[in-house]
């Protein structure tokens, strides 16, 4: 399996292609360049598929191609000079993302055929070759071997972000919505740049693995307490860790930069299905388990990520509530499904998160494309009030969306069940040795009922009941390019939970916990890029209920899972029957709160017009008094001199003899008395 | 094989070459006086030029003037030292080689309809043999005679448009002050000779001591008023504006470039060789270089602020140029400090660079002369709808000019800057920094006036004269590219500049 690394570069090299092709022959094509992106991104997965093989026969890729540039000024802690470089690191955890985003990718592309080519959308090669610079971004994103090179092509995933959320830019909204990302996701990029750059000077490097990387250096200057720009080593890391997070919470949408995703909405369903499951949104926290090792190092770090996350998984969900827009509900439970990958990492749960990364991208995928078959199928409609009865009239549909509001939900046995148990899990744990994190998951605990609740408000609204609009009767019909993504991802959201079935495994003493053996590099991988190598940087001490990890373990299963049963049961209870009442007017005050997402884009407006625009006039006047006021006054001594000068020039030729004249005598009569010639 | 293997006068050949073209073309009209063939005329003056050019960058490259230590075949005397041919010699002679030929490619279109044009192309080619002859003098007599050479052909070339009266006012103008200075000049020389008794410049060197001081002293301040005549620098600098507005202004691009480069190898010259710093000092009491140092910053100084307020575009350049003569000045004020090839070797560079984008500017302003759209700022408006093409090269000129990156004239400066700053010289470095943000502020009127002001009355379509527009992308592109070439042009004329401040 040796030589398959060759072919790593194409990875991603084939959906560039497929940006080129459909960028500039796409008009000419069929199907407008959906073609080569299909293509493109079906040979991404099956190469992806042959690395994830490759690393679980033992193999690991990790080469540096191309150095742009190299400096001479040597880090902090570094002997070396810093270099700049594009490299290529597949472990198991790029090697399994890699398959997410390309499979997540295929099946949009294939998606859209149904959804944008079927609908006589306009400006199909733009979207493709969108699309395909977008895939490019992320799948490089994902290999990086570096910092840097993580962080340009972070960058890219955010413009076509942009790009993409903005496509429809004839309307009003999208391009407001494009430009809202834009200017949040860069808010969060801005600290993340700054992180860069603190630890390429701090460590002299950049690379993520390797016996140089900034990770094992920072662990050096840690154990030899050493002192980092006048700070211990410790706070150092912590606040470049805490600098890098701020790119991440941006991406992933977390407290406070998550306003940007619900208006994200405004692009096609369809990217909003690769934007939430396996690019945009997912970058964040990719970055967080790719540089886990750095984190691991700083526990305050890891404790804001936790707090953060578990925060923001409640946040979300409680908005999520009220929202009648189907996909308005997708996006609260975006946010607040990442919210638990970030509590996962932050308790130390890096299996954990990643397995619900995973996870979280297939049914998410399945519900976004499944929503976006309803919209087909509502003529465009996105009000679930004017939904229902959806059920008898497209199957399909009905069925894979209810396995991914399953999932979604965390209902026993499908996936999203087992990856979010798990992160409760380790968040328990942890919090039963050291209270404090008992915080944080009793805010994820809690969340869970919401979702159970706003899943099943928004599946028995949908689907059940009577049909409450005359689309909503009539449906549109929707073809297999629509259904055969659903069908792969609703398989996948059922079953994707074997493969880390932690409580079983546990209770049974079965070694069935596939991914923690995998992401501990039991079948191959970096030695220091491990779960274990974490665990053991970490040293997290664990508690459990009544001295038994089996009793922690159901209890904690337990009360997750009848958390979400009852929310689900109550939307049942409140939404079923062919008529169902809004009953959200019974919240009263409440229910003006959440719908106004807690007045959080008014506070941020408020944020840039009462706080920062006066800012902004007062260095303007300063500005335009003092700094304008120097230089004009400059400029009017210059011209007052200029029209001086030139009345000397008077255009008579013997003034102008006589100024030679004078001017050498002056000038004689100055030397001549300075050099002593006439004593 | 290189002819001067065979005879020591062939190191001068590019001057041969240029004065038999100006013989070739005196011999052309008198065949057929009544019969003007503007083509022969104009192809012959710049295959010549061309031919000149040619010759001094292949001495150059292959080592005439280059110690032999080094390889090459050692700097040439002819008469007795008389005349050189070194390095330095050689460099300007391919400034003044280029801007020659640029000006008879120009003058093509420029000089239709006018009369005179053989006479015209040869006192060009004579003008360039005078200035050519100055880089490679190397005595007094021999800098007389070829700076003589080089102001008559001058001053009837800026009043050959006889019907014009500007053009005969600024010819005259030019005429008297020449005179003035020329007068001064000699008087100079015979004073130095009277102190040392010698004219050939090692001689001075040698025999400086034995002067009285104050005869020395005066002598070279004399040489210095010559000096200043040529490049234009204050307090010599009046005629400068007068004869640039008036003459045609392919000859204003001439001078301004050609000549002052050649008013300034000379300056060089005579200071570094026949006037020793240090000797000199002890001499007469004075340091030289301070003088310069004032005279730097005084001529950059005047010659921006009276530009900054000026309505006609060529008078804009003419006072621009004075600017930059203040400038390459520096080359001559930072002697002295331990770092003499690296200030000389920048004052050169900027020569070189100001020798393209200098020309160019004026060509440009003949171009428009040409169309006939006027003289002032005013009158440029919005001529980028019509002459794209030569307004962007224009702009190039103007941003080059004011020191903009990427352009070889922001390299140029920078390099003045910096050895400024190595020679300890603080002053002139804020000067040319002070200045140079002023001088921006007129160049871009220009640029502004051409692309974003609307033209006050309608314009017809605008012709595309083939001689005045190649000339004036030839030079936009060498501004531009000078850039990657900087490399080896910085070298020579570092090496040419060590040989000389050595």
């Known amino acids: 399996m040796e030589g398959i690394f060759t072919y790593a570069p194409a990875i991603a090299l084939l959906p560039l292609a497929a940006f080129v092709v459909a960028l500039c022959f796409g008009n000419a094509m069929p199907k407008k360049g959906a073609i080569a992106g299909i293509f493109a991104t079906a040979g991404s997965l099956g190469l992806s598929l042959l690395m994830l093989a490759a690393v679980a026969s033992g193999e690991v890729h990790h080469e540096t191609y191309y150095q742009w540039a190299a400096g001479e000024t040597a880090g902090h802690s570094a002997a070396q000079g810093i270099e700049f470089t594009f490299g290529i690191l597949i472990d198991p955890l790029s090697a399994l993302m890699l398959v997410i985003v390309s499979l997540i990718a295929l099946l949009v592309h294939v998606f859209s055929l149904g959804y944008m080519n079927a609908e006589g959308e306009t400006g199909l090669p733009r979207y493709y070759a969108e699309l395909g610079l977008f895939t490019f971004s992320m799948l490089a994103f994902v290999y990086a071997d570096n910092l840097l090179m993580a962080f340009m092509f972070f960058e890219l995933v955010g413009l076509c972000s942009y790009l993409l959320i903005g496509f429809w830019f004839r309307t009003e909204s999208a391009p407001s919505a494009a430009k809202k990302a834009f200017l949040v996701t860069r808010f969060g990029d801005y600290f993340f740049l700054v992180g860069v750059v603190a630890i390429g000077a701090t460590f002299g490097t950049l690379a993520f693995a390797g016996d140089n990387s900034f990770v094992a250096q920072a662990e050096a200057a840690l154990d030899g307490g050493e002192t980092l720009f006048g700070f211990d080593a410790r706070t150092w890391i912590t606040i470049t860790g805490l600098l890098v997070l701020g790119g991440v919470i941006g991406k992933s949408a977390q407290f406070p930069l998550q306003t940007w995703l619900p208006d994200a909405m405004e692009g096609p369903t369809t990217v909003s299905a690769l934007i939430h499951a396996a690019t945009m949104v997912a970058a964040g926290v990719y970055l967080v388990a790719r540089m886990f090792g750095y984190y691991a190092l700083s526990p305050t770090a890891l404790g804001i990520i936790a707090f953060v996350g578990g925060f923001t998984a409640l946040f979300a969900a409680s908005m999520a509530v009220v929202k009648d827009d189907i996909k308005q509900v997708l996006a609260y439970s975006t946010i607040s499904q990442y919210g638990y990958m970030m509590l996962g990492l932050g308790v130390g749960g890096y299996v954990a998160g990643v397995f619900h990364l995973m996870n979280h991208a297939f049914f998410k995928a399945l519900l976004f494309l499944g929503a976006g078959a309803v919209i087909i199928l509502m003529h465009h409609e996105q009000n679930m009030w004017k939904m229902g009865g959806l059920k008898e009239k497209a199957p399909v549909t009905y069925y894979t969306f209810l396995a991914g509001a399953l999932a979604l939900a965390g209902i026993i046995p499908f996936s999203g069940f087992w990856s979010k148990d798990e992160v409760l899990y380790d968040a328990l744990i942890l919090g039963l040795e050291n209270q404090l994190y008992l915080a944080a998951y009793a805010m994820g605990l809690i969340a869970v009922f919401f979702t159970g609740f706003y899943t099943f408000r928004m599946v028995v609204l949908t689907f059940h009941g009577e049909p409450r609009s005359e689309a909503a009767e009539d449906p549109h019909d929707i073809g297999w390019s629509v259904k055969a993504p659903l069908i792969v991802l609703g398989l996948l959201s059922l079953t994707a939970g074997i493969a880390n079935l932690a409580p079983v495994g546990k209770l049974l003493d079965m070694d069935i916990m596939f991914l923690e053996m995998w992401l501990d590099g039991h079948y191959g991988g970096l030695e220091e890029l491990t779960y274990g190598a974490y665990s053991d940087t970490l040293a997290h001490e664990t508690g459990a209920i009544a001295g038994s990890e089996q009793t922690t373990l159901l209890v904690g299963a337990a009360l997750s899972l009848g958390l979400a049963l009852s929310g689900a049961g109550l939307a049942w209870t409140l939404y079923s029957g062919s008529d169902p009442a809004q009953h959200t007017q019974r919240l009263g005050s409440v229910r003006e709160l959440l719908r106004s997402n807690y007045y959080q884009d008014e506070f941020q407006v408020w944020l840039a017009e009462g706080l920062t625009l006066p800012v902004a006039r007062t260095a303007d006047r300063f500005d335009q008094s003092v700094i304008d006021g120097v230089v004009d006054g400059v400029s009017s001594v210059s011209l007052f001199g200029s029209g001086w000068i030139k009345r000397i020039q008077t255009g008579i030729v013997t003034n102008y003899a006589a100024l030679i004249v004078g001017g050498f005598v002056g000038l004689l009569v100055v030397l001549g008395v300075y050099g002593g010639w006439f004593v | ?502």
């Open chain 2, 1 to 502: 094989m290189l002819p001067i293997e065979f005879a020591g006068w062939a190191g001068l050949a590019p001057v041969y070459v240029l004065v038999a073209t100006a013989l070739v073309l005196f011999a052309v009209d008198s065949i057929d006086p009544r019969k003007t063939n503007r083509t022969l005329l104009a192809g012959t003056a710049t295959a010549g030029s061309l031919v000149a050019l040619a010759v001094a960058v292949w001495f150059l490259l292959a080592g005439v003037g280059t110690p032999q230590v080094d390889g090459g075949f050692g700097v040439i005397e002819l008469h007795e030292g008389q005349l050189v041919v070194d390095q330095l010699a050689l460099f300007f002679m391919v400034v003044i080689a280029t801007v020659t030929s640029l000006v008879s490619v120009a003058s093509y279109d420029y000089m239709e309809g006018h009369t005179y044009q053989a006479e015209y192309y040869s006192l060009t080619l004579l003008a360039a043999t005078g200035m050519a002859t100055m880089a490679a003098s190397n005595s007094l007599v021999t800098i007389f005679i070829a700076l003589e050479l080089t102001s008559l052909p001058s001053y009837a070339l800026v009043a050959i448009l006889k019907d014009n009266r500007g053009s005969i006012e600024a010819g005259l103008k030019y005429f008297l002050i020449g005179a003035l200075s020329s007068a001064i000049f000699v008087y100079g020389i015979s004073l130095v000779y009277g102190a040392t008794g010698f004219l050939q410049l090692e001689a001075i060197a040698n025999n400086l001591e034995s002067g009285y001081g104050p005869l020395l002293g005066l002598g070279i301040l004399m040489l210095l008023g010559g000096f200043a005549f040529k490049t234009a620098s204050v307090p010599v600098h009046f005629w400068a504006p007068e004869a640039y507005e008036g003459a045609p202004a392919p000859i204003a691009a001439f001078l301004s470039s050609a000549s002052k480069a050649a008013g300034f190898v000379i300056a060089f010259r005579v200071f570094t060789t026949a006037f020793p710093l240090e000797t000199t000092t002890a001499v007469i009491g004075i340091d030289w270089s301070v003088l310069f140092t004032v005279l730097a910053i005084a001529t950059m100084t005047i010659g921006n602020f009276a530009a900054a307020t000026q309505e006609n575009v060529k008078r804009m350049l003419a006072y621009s140029s004075v600017g930059h003569a203040g400038y390459a000045l520096i080359g001559l004020a930072g002697l002295g400090a331990g770092v003499n090839d690296v200030v000389m070797g920048a004052a050169l560079m900027h020569l070189f660079v100001y020798g393209f984008m200098n020309t160019g500017a004026f060509l440009f302003v003949g171009l428009a002369e040409y169309w006939g759209v006027g003289r002032t700022f005013e009158d440029y408006n919005g001529l980028s709808a019509k002459a794209p093409v030569a307004c962007a090269a224009m702009t190039v000129f103007m941003f080059s000019l004011a020191g903009i990156p990427p352009f070889g004239g922001f390299f140029s400066k920078y390099f003045l800057f910096t050895a400024s700053i190595d020679a300890g010289m603080f002053a002139v470095a804020a000067a040319l920094v002070i200045n140079s943000a002023l001088s921006l502020y007129y160049y871009s009127r220009l640029i502004k006036a051409l692309w974003i002001e609307e033209p006050i009355g309608e314009r017809d379509a605008l012709s595309q004269p083939l001689g005045l527009y190649a000339a004036i992308v030839f030079a936009a592109v060498m501004t531009v590219v000078v850039l990657p070439g900087f490399g080896p042009v910085a070298d020579v004329a570092v090496d040419a500049a060590a040989a000389i401040v050595a």
